[in-house]
């Protein structure tokens, strides 16, 4: 018998039928014995139609009331999926975030889960109840409902497996696994068998969005065995083997044959911010990332140009365009004190990046990423590399074709690929 955590993403929870079908998944975990509980998510667009509301409610909404509204999302699915449970005659119930509760810090839509409080879990997985827990809502320590950021489900699996020390956490997707890049936007992305923490948590981190960074981040802390599989295999029998995130021990062996580069990712959701004539003195930058950094506003790629003769420079950066709207105020505000000329946005780019392992003892991996653009006349808008990726921002109409150069530049096309 295990302890298993089962979570199952937005396009499996779509609807009755699919949600019958993850019941299904569910009943043969427990016909085989198993402890179960599952961790679901709202039904795909849900989210995002929430969201839309807020924006058009007002588009500098409270985050305390946008998550009250983008949380109802889960709600829903997690009490379908009991009552289709119920329905096939395995016992089961939901527990909302703040039933249990999952305890989160107060950055509202994007806070971090603190505690879990696994007592009512733990009685309900032992007289053979399956426990249904909605992804992605948590409560602050003064009772308030929190979100955890897009793509939260996953780490809300993480979280239940780790507070209930699982043996398993099976991430049920609409992929069968975690490929070289999206397999949505290359044919020829091949599928890994194992791909290590590290190489995860940097793939996710640019945008390969199979996982949310923080689940991979937390999985790796806490030493949970993640695996991401389909949700659309066959319920039974040998189902298609997944992606198994492990360590870098448990790559031993395979480790002279990897690859330089692991995979290929992108991010069409940063949108570009640049202030013109930004005085060129100490304390310049602070004045802008600061006030940023206050609001809860995570920057990431940042280029300063080279001082204008007039003593001032442009500075570019880029914010997560779900921010735009909030990064714009704040820059507004602090005008005087920046001292900036023009305050310049665009969201059509994408970030493209390479991540590799390999790279740490490999040379020419960034200039090959630039010279593959350069073949292509895609223009680099900004780069930043950290020991294991580099990331380049360009126009987003080019992305699709970025990703597939670099894929077949670096070698990663699957062999019998046409
Ligand atoms: P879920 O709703 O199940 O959480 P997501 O849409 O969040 O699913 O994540 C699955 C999607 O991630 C896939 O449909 C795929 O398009 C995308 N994806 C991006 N990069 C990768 C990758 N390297 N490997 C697999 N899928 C990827
Ligand atoms: N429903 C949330 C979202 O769309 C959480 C998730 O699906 O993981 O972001
Ligand atoms: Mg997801």
Redesign the pocket.
């Known amino acids: 018998m295990a302890r298993i955590v089962m979570k ?5 929870m779509a609807g009755i039928d699919r949600i019958r079908n993850v019941a299904n998944r569910v009943k043969h975990e427990v016909e085989l014995g198993n402890e179960v509980a599952v961790v679901v ?1 709202a039904m ?1 667009g849900d989210t995002d139609r929430l969201v839309n509301f807020c924006r058009e409610a007002s588009p500098l909404y409270d985050p305390r009331e946008y998550d009250v509204v983008v949380a109802s999302g889960e709600q829903v699915t997690s009490g379908l999926l009991a009552i289709t449970l119920q329905s096939m005659g395995v016992k089961a119930r939901s527990w909302m975030g703040w039933q249990l509760p999952i305890r989160t810090s107060d950055a509202h839509a994007s806070a971090r889960i603190q505690t879990i409080n696994s007592d009512a879990i733990g009685a309900a997985m032992a007289s053979g109840e399956v426990a249904v827990i909605p992804g992605f809502q948590g409560l602050t320590e003064d009772d308030r409902i929190t979100t955890l950021g897009r ?1 939260g ?2 780490t809300s699996a993480v979280a239940v497996a780790a507070a209930m020390k699982a043996d398993r956490c099976d ?5 069968d ?8 936007i290359v044919p020829k ?1 091949r599928k890994l068998a194992k791909v290590t923490y590290e190489e995860m948590l940097e ?1 996710a981190s640019v ?4 996982l949310q960074t923080r689940s991979v981040g937390l999985a790796m802390k806490e030493k949970v065995r993640v695996q ?1 599989l389909s949700s659309f295999d066959q319920p039974t029998g040998n189902p298609t083997p997944g992606t198994m995130i492990v360590g870098e021990d448990e790559l031993e062996g395979s480790t002279m044959e990897r690859q330089l580069i692991t ?1 290929i ?1 992108y991010d069409k959701k940063e949108t570009k911010v640049t202030l013109t004539a930004v005085p060129d003195r100490p304390g310049a930058v602070a004045a802008i990332f600061s006030p940023l950094a206050d609001a809860n506003i995570n920057v990431d790629m940042i280029v300063q140009n080279v001082a204008h003769d007039t003593g001032s420079t442009d500075v570019t950066f880029t914010v997560p365009s779900d921010e735009i709207a909030r990064s714009l105020d704040t820059l507004e505000r602090e005008r005087s004190a920046i001292g900036y000329d023009k305050l310049i946005h665009d969201a059509n780019v994408a970030k493209i990046s390479v991540v590799g392992v390999g790279m740490r003892s490999h040379a020419g991996v960034a200039s090959k990423m630039f010279s593959t653009l350069a073949d292509r006349k895609i223009n680099v808008l900004a780069i930043t590399t950290s020991e294991i990726k580099v990331s380049v921002l360009i126009h987003e109409d080019y992305t699709e074709l970025a990703v597939r150069a670099l894929h077949t530049a670096y070698g990663l096309d699957a062999e019998d690929a046409a």
Do not use: Q
């Open positions: 199952f993403g937005g396009t499996s998510s795909s793509g489900s996953d991430i049920y997707t609409d992929v696994g975690v490929y070289t890049t999206d397999p949505r992305a793939l945008g390969a969005k199979v991401v995979g990712a």
